[in-house]
């Protein structure tokens, strides 16, 4: 079955860190590159992070710059987020999602996962 | 970053109804948009691409305009199983980004 699923959510206190994982199945997933998403609650959808299929390029979103850290491992077909000095401002549903591109050009998301929900609180 | 407004945020129609769903831009991003549909508890389903390339498998009710900064996603006659929320990406540029979102509700 292609699927992604993330797993690693949760409450932790504002400047703690916390490692999301997502899980791919049912698809080549090194032939892929992958995004975070995340929604905080009542707001739109934001883009945390990207890294290209072989990890060679990454990309986070100037909110996250210096303190979220995106990696792969293709041989065990997941994608993590690192976060760290997390903030009020992070709490949101984090999703992975995979891209659907070609010759330079990218096209869509064409698999999301569910999400897991990150509350930051103290 | 570019942004990506939306426009209505909250739409009420009928069964048969045809509807507009605006997405515009804070710059051009040459046709580097796509339309999703998301209902409760259920990943996004992506229904346009390419401001105008309907997926493969979506009924061809749908469909996408438009170009530079200005694009519509349009339902021709709506369907019970439509009733959703709908939004906007960019993926013209990085970050991607995305509009608010549309909610789509039975009248």
């Known amino acids: 079955q292609v699927q992604l699923v993330e797993s690693g959510g949760g409450v932790v206190q504002p400047g703690r860190s916390l490692r999301l994982s997502c899980a791919a199945s049912g698809f080549t997933f090194s032939s892929y590159g992958m995004y975070w998403v995340r929604q905080a609650p009542g707001r739109g959808l934001e883009s945390v992070a990207f890294i290209s299929k072989d990890a060679g390029i990454k990309y986070h979103a100037d909110s996250v710059k210096g303190r979220f850290s995106i990696s792969r491992d293709n041989s065990k077909h997941t994608l993590y987020l690192q976060m760290n000095s997390l903030r009020d401002e992070d709490t949101a549903v984090y999703s992975c999602?995979?891209?659907?591109?070609?010759?330079?050009?990218?096209?869509?998301?064409?698999?999301w996962g569910l999400g897991t929900l990150v509350t930051v609180s103290s | 970053d570019i942004q990506l407004t939306q426009s209505p945020s909250f739409l009420s129609a009928s069964v048969g109804d045809r509807v507009t769903i605006t997405c515009r831009a804070s710059q051009g991003i040459s046709s580097y948009l796509a339309w999703y549909q998301q209902k409760p508890g259920i990943a996004p389903k992506v229904l346009i691409y390419a401001a105008s390339t309907l997926q493969s498998g979506v009924p061809s009710r749908f469909s996408g305009s438009g170009s530079g900064t200005e694009y519509t996603l349009t339902i021709s006659s709506l369907q019970p199983e439509d009733f959703a929320t709908y939004f906007c990406?960019?993926?013209?540029?990085?970050?991607?980004?995305f509009g608010q979102g549309t909610r789509l509700d039975i009248k």
């Open positions: 999602a995979r891209e659907v591109s070609g010759s330079g050009t990218l096209y869509f998301f064409d698999l």
């Open positions: 990406q960019q993926l013209n540029s990085f970050p991607i980004t």
